[in-house]
């Protein structure tokens, strides 16, 4: 743990940004303000978690030299122990989660790939998938953008994760995931494979200074729709906003306000942007997002297996389970767990 988290580096800077935010001038730009405030935040959270475990340590130490002769310290000791075992079991991951933007949100986007109508049906799925791991977290979920198939299912997706550590936990579900079932829409009850590819991108600070030219932008108004094309707004209160330089593109259709939904696309767009000047000054991309890949067979991360038996193995770790119904379900813990242990 004194490894992984340098406590005397995250309370230094604690300690400047307090005196920051306590200058008379802190709050003539509100939104660095408010960065700071948000920062602050988390690092008295964790700086306070890991000293008190300290502290938890040093008592036991002191405890067991007073316990050798003294049966009920000893239980005492060993109770508390174990409690302490179990806290740093759960928090544990803040030290796999270190690299840049593992404590931002998330952009998490689902595109159906080849298998036609299944492969939509797939990519509704793990739409599901997602959000109930996010519920289950206790996170924050907004379904930002979703575009459905025609036949029903979805053609592509945009989750918003807000929560701390959300990218950091999220980072490696990218990449293509393979289903194969009997497929419902073979009335000679035929096994099918269908694939998805799911990409992920960290909400970045807006302090970060990205210059996007207004003459940049191209902006188009809908109205959002739900399964089967039927709009469920009578308002074209959706946007999309499309860099037109590179033909990068941000929607937004979670709120009913036409104002609130183009802020949202366009933080999203933002980090677009921002990861892919990170790629060519850098050449960091592939650290944060991996290989570009298609969605077909041959790249997938992870197969969900559904017949002949039942089974989810991620092809990276080799973990795998034969409860499908509840990964599916949102209970990803085991493949996320496995991949941040094993990531450098």
Known sequence: MRAGFDIPTLSGELADLKKLS????????????????????????????????????????ELSHLAEDDPALQQEIEARFNALADQYD???????????????????????????ADAADWAGMLLRMY???????????????????EG???????????????????????????LVR?????????????????????????SINLDIPEDDLRIDLFRASGPGGQNVNKRE?????????????????SERNQAVNKERAMSLLRSKLYMVKLKEQKETLAELKG???????????????????????DHRTNSETSNTE???????????????????
Not at 133 to 144: A, F, I, M, Q, T
Not at 237 to 253: D, K, L, M, N, Y
Not at 293 to 305: K, M
């Open 22 to 61: 306590g200058s008379t001038s802190f709050w003539d730009n509100p939104q660095e303000a408010s960065r700071v405030q948000q920062r602050v935040a988390i690092l008295e959270e964790e700086v306070g978690l890991w000293r008190g475990m300290r502290e938890q340590i040093n008592e036991l130490e």
């Open 90 to 116: 759960r928090e544990e991951y803040r030290i796999f989660l270190g690299a840049p933007y593992d404590k931002n949100n998330a952009y998490l986007s689902i595109y159906s790939g080849a298998g036609g």
């Open 131 to 149: 959000q109930r791991y996010g519920e289950r977290k206790g996170w924050k979920v907004s379904l930002e953008d979703v575009s459905y198939a």
């Open 152 to 178: 029903g299912g979805v053609k592509e997706a945009t989750l918003f994760f807000e929560a701390p550590y959300a990218f950091g936990f999220l980072k490696g579900e990218a990449g293509v995931h393979r």
């Open 182 to 206: 009997i497929s419902p829409f073979s009335s000679a009850d035929l096994r099918h494979t269908s694939f998805a590819l799911v990409d992920l991108t960290p909400q970045i600070d807006r």
């Open 237 to 253: 209160s959706a946007v999309r906003v499309t860099h037109i330089p590179t033909g990068i593109s941000a929607a937004s259709q």
């Open 291 to 313: 290989a570009v890949l298609s969605a077909e067979w041959g790249n997938q991360i992870r197969s969900y297996v559904l017949h002949p038996y039942q089974m989810v193995k």
């Open 326 to 344: 509840a990964v599916l379900d949102g209970d990803l813990d085991i493949f996320i767990d496995s991949y941040l242990r094993q990531s450098p």
